[in-house]
């Protein structure tokens, strides 16, 4: 069988502009096996390639008729997951950033921090409960345990290794914080 009939039988009278889109959609993936990424050449293979063949097999098998019909289909679907990715992401970012964590916290302060007042703090969260250091001068002061409201962020999704700034003001029997990062 030659080839060019071969390709228009599956690709249909614009087989060089199938064929083309064909290895423009291809080129990522195979790009990403060359630096040995292989899943991620997996991954790009099933959003670029995957939706190229099912257009090629329903054209072939169900005209081009059909097509158009799965196309729409197809379209719906692609808006609703779109959409409900949208929603799902500003939930959990709503959820992250807005939402107050409160959480057992070991405060280290100094001097008079009296009620209302704000102060930078260092929130170490390399171990539980977590440390927060609120002091004005350096001091081997005694930590107190608070239940620190923090908001802007949620500290148990904070990298482990590192110190992070907050800007919290004491309140009554509470201190709250909110992110500076």
Not at 158 to 177: F, N, Q, T, V, Y
Request: aromatic residues 12%.
């Amino acid at each position: 069988m030659n080839l060019k009939i071969f390709l228009r039988e599956w690709l249909g009278d614009e087989w060089g502009k199938m064929l083309t889109l064909f290895v423009m959609l291809s080129a990522l993936p195979v790009g990403t096996l060359v630096v040995r990424e292989y899943a991620l050449s997996a991954e790009l293979s099933a959003i670029f390639l995957v939706p190229f063949f099912a257009y090629v097999l329903v054209r072939h098998h169900w005209g081009t008729k059909s097509v158009h019909r799965v196309m729409e289909i197809a379209w719906g679907i692609a808006v609703l997951i779109l959409l409900a990715s949208i929603g799902v992401y500003g939930a959990h970012l709503a959820f992250e950033k807005w939402y107050p964590h409160t959480s057992s916290t070991l405060v280290y302060t100094n001097g008079n921090w009296m009620q209302g007042e704000r102060r930078t703090c260092s929130l170490n969260t390399s171990r539980e409960p977590y440390e927060l250091d609120c002091t004005v001068k350096q001091s081997a002061a005694e930590p107190h345990q608070f239940n620190v409201t923090y908001t802007g962020g949620d500290p148990a999704v904070l990298p482990k290794d590192g110190i992070h700034r907050w800007m919290c003001m004491r309140g009554a029997e509470s201190i709250s914080c909110e992110s500076n990062e």
